[in-house]
């Protein structure tokens, strides 16, 4: 067994070829890995001393068995030095900053001191100390005589993908690697490494460590075949040319085929490394897969650190598209059946609950809300199935634990992603719900910035009691409808809740009882209020005493709506324009309730109800509110179609007269510039300054045509509704449509040729 250690600290270097022997338990020689008994090879790749895979056997270097032993590292003699892919780009660095005669770091004794205090300064100060290492390499490379032995230096070029020429010649990874031993530890230094813990030379492989076998497992196939790992593969193919290039090497072959054995040792160490260096062709299989090795494993979003330690999976979770259900409270979100039959909230028995228990697990796991499992005070969990649900329920006793599947009112957590700030996860109570999608309530979308053209998000059901009373306290919905950015309520109105909110209170639209009673169905309201007035001999209510009914007593509250006309003299209370919203005591008397008033971002109403009174409260009035809206918005009847866009004859021909006017006079800006006329803006080239006259000719007829297309659209116009109550879009886009999209621009130009 191996004996758990705490970690001290976390130290980045390189491995010394002494080190790497010092933590293998077996030096690697053969290439071959199980005998004819299916028994692994000693100092092979599968030796029993790397750890073991196969049931029944142990390992050979901790006594483990499989799942115990966590696998030990081994190691391959290499016949000659090779460069590490990795480090590619520093060796290049190194080289050119030291002398090719006595490697000594190529500036002068006090230019050394000074980078060094400046290093180790940084250091101190816990700061990165890339910039000034960068600048040692410059300046050392600048020099083209050794201020130490006064030896000439050459220019060293890089040829990728692992080729240094120097002076015409090609370094080897052994000249390489001599010049690297002969550096001074006060000069690694200065570049900025620890001598002790990562020397240059060690850039430069002369052991390889072998992985552990956990690290690389065979399959066994259907068949009875095993099936290596393509790391297992890569290293065969180190171990046979390590082989072939010494036995070579020793029967004294010529050196060009030295030369390419030494070049695929390379190769293939390389592979090993990173499969997919540029210039490199990749390994593959047989099958012409390319293999997947060490860099693939750790990079990459099915990498190692983005997939398995950041990307981890959880339990009693769940996952699927989200729909909109306006009929939800803000708090609650809608679960599919499947969903709640999966997932469960664990319940201790004890006296008070031990019958409505027996209840839940006499249902089975198949009527909800049942029981999955139960655990026994031994810890011993029992699954529990139709045949055997009565029998279970007779042995419930004080003590067991039930996982109870989910049922309506448990508390949940709601997430997505991208996860950017804390309204991205909050707490919802489960509704129960046919069909397979999460429903949500429209009003709710802005926080988690949804919306339902395919979004998916996730669910996760905590399962302790005091896990259970933070998500309530502290993530519920209500308790984050204002936002810590900006202190204004993020839940709101959107859409069709602001037009509906709209439609019901602007003007004086007189309701019947009948369809005042509609519009208050299901709001727990007992009486209407004093009818307005009488009309046919039948009383009548308005949109505004309607909408006054879901206000909470006491509030007061005044401010201009969203669809203000800005005139020059307010007149407040007496607007004519119904745009002056006034509640007293929880009264709407004057204005129109739009975006904002009841919007997310912006609500005016909500921001006072929940500062005045408390979440509950402002919970209460946007589930009620959201409900009035729409049927506010259906009571009203909405549509937008093409006819929207529709003006008269007369407004096209305006509009048609405007754009003409327009082009004739970028034409003549453009004469103007070709006979030198034109004269240049302040600060602006002559090509800029005809840029800009055509944008600002261009941009004031799309204006213009806007403000004619605008005289003929009303508030009979869904898109105007839309537009001036903050639902959606604005007029600009409304009148583009009606009249003319005008000049579009980048970057303040118009758009160039190919762009």
């Not at 003699?77 to 480090?87: K, N, R």
């Not at 095993?226 to 171990?239: N, Q, Y």
């Amino acid at each position: 067994m191996t004996v758990p250690k705490r970690i001290g600290k976390i130290r980045f270097g390189l491995i010394s070829p002494q080190e790497f022997r010092k933590m293998s338990v077996v030096k690697i020689i053969t290439a071959d890995t199980y005998d004819d008994d299916g028994f692994p090879i000693e100092m092979g790749l599968m030796d029993p001393r790397l750890g073991v895979i196969d049931p029944g056997l142990r390992c050979r270097s901790c006594g483990g068995r499989p799942g115990e032993c966590p696998g030990h590292f081994g190691h391959i003699d290499l016949i000659a030095p090779v460069i590490h892919v990795g480090f590619a780009k520093l060796i290049r660095k190194v080289l050119r900053a030291v002398c090719r005669d006595c490697s000594c770091l190529m500036l002068k004794e006090n230019e050394k001191k000074n980078y060094l205090e400046q290093i180790q300064t940084l250091e101190r100060l816990g700061q990165m100390t890339d910039d000034i290492v960068n600048k040692v390499f410059a300046e050392a490379r600048k020099n083209k005589t050794c201020p130490y032995c006064g030896a000439p230096q050459q220019e060293i070029k890089f040829e990728r993908p692992l080729s240094y020429v120097e002076d015409g010649h090609k370094l080897t990874a052994s000249d390489i690697r001599d010049r690297f031993e002969k550096i001074p530890d006060e000069d690694i230094q200065v570049m900025g490494m620890n001598p002790a813990t990562a020397r240059p030379e060690w850039m430069i492989l002369t052991v390889l460590p072998v992985p552990p076998v956990t690290m690389r497992p065979s399959i066994t196939l259907e068949s009875g075949q095993r099936s290596e790992d393509d790391l297992t593969h890569k290293l065969v193919d180190i171990i046979r040319i390590n082989q072939r290039f010494q036995e070579n090497r020793e029967a004294g072959a010529p050196q060009l085929i030295i030369e390419d054995l030494w070049e695929l040792l390379q190769y293939h160490v390389t592979t090993f490394l990173d499969n997919t260096v540029s210039g490199v062709p990749p390994a593959r299989h047989r099958s012409g897969r390319p293999l997947k090795t060490l860099s693939q494993r750790l990079k990459g979003k099915e990498g190692r650190f983005r997939g398995s330690l950041s990307g981890k999976r959880v339990n009693f979770s769940a996952r699927t598209v989200i729909s909109p259900d306006p009929n939800l409270s803000i708090n609650e979100v809608g679960v599919p059946l499947d969903v709640a039959m999966e997932l469960s909230v664990p319940m201790i028995v004890n006296a008070r609950n031990k019958e409505i228990v027996k209840t839940y697990v006499r249902r089975g796991p198949d009527r909800h809300p049942g029981v999955n499992y139960v655990t026994r005070p031994d810890q011993r969990r029992v699954k529990v199935t139709d045949k055997n649900c009565e029998e279970v329920a007779e042995q419930i006793d004080i003590g067991w634990r039930i996982d109870r599947q989910l049922a309506d009112g448990d508390i949940v957590l709601f997430n997505r992603q991208p996860s950017l700030h804390r309204m991205s996860i909050m707490s919802h109570r489960v509704k129960v719900m046919p069909y397979k999608t999460f429903r949500l309530n429209p009003a709710v979308c802005p926080p988690y910035n949804a919306d339902f053209d395919g979004d998916e998000m996730n669910l996760h059901v905590p399962q302790t009691e005091e896990a259970r009373a933070e998500a309530e306290i502290l993530m519920r919905v209500q308790e984050n409808i204002l936002s810590p950015r900006f202190g204004g309520p993020i839940i709101g109105g959107i859409h069709d809740y602001v037009t509906g909110s709209f439609l019901l209170t602007h003007g004086y639209k007189p309701i019947d009882r009948r369809g005042a009673m509609e519009l208050l169905k299901k709001f727990d309201i007992s009486e209407l209020p004093e009818p307005a007035g009488v009309e046919d001999g039948e009383p009548y209510w308005t949109g505004k005493q309607i909408f006054s009914l879901i206000l909470p007593k006491g509030l007061n509250l005044s401010f201009k709506a969203d669809f203000c006309y800005n005139c020059d003299v307010c007149k407040g209370e007496a607007c004519e324009n119904d745009a002056y919203v006034v509640i007293k005591d929880g009264n709407l008397l004057k204005g129109t309730i739009d975006a904002e008033a009841v919007g997310a971002f912006k609500g005016k109403i909500t921001d006072r109800i929940i500062k005045q009174y408390d979440p509950s409260v402002a919970s209460q009035f946007l589930d009620r509110m959201t409900r009035l809206a729409l049927r506010g918005i259906m009571h009203a009847g909405f549509s937008f179609g093409i006819d929207d866009e529709d003006i008269p004859k007369e407004a096209a021909e305006q509009i048609e007269e405007t754009t003409r006017a327009a082009r004739e006079k970028a034409q003549q800006l453009i004469e103007a510039y070709k006979a030198g006329e034109l004269e240049p803006l302040p600060g602006r080239t002559l090509d800029e300054t005809l840029e800009m006259r055509i944008m600002q000719t261009l941009g004031k007829a799309r204006d213009t045509a806007g403000k004619i297309a605008g005289r003929y659209l009303g508030l009979d116009n869904s898109g105007v509704v839309m537009a001036v109550s903050g639902a959606r879009g604005s007029m600009l886009n409304l009148t583009q449509m009606a009249a003319c999209v005008g000049q579009q621009s980048v970057r303040g130009e118009r758009i160039k040729r190919g762009y």
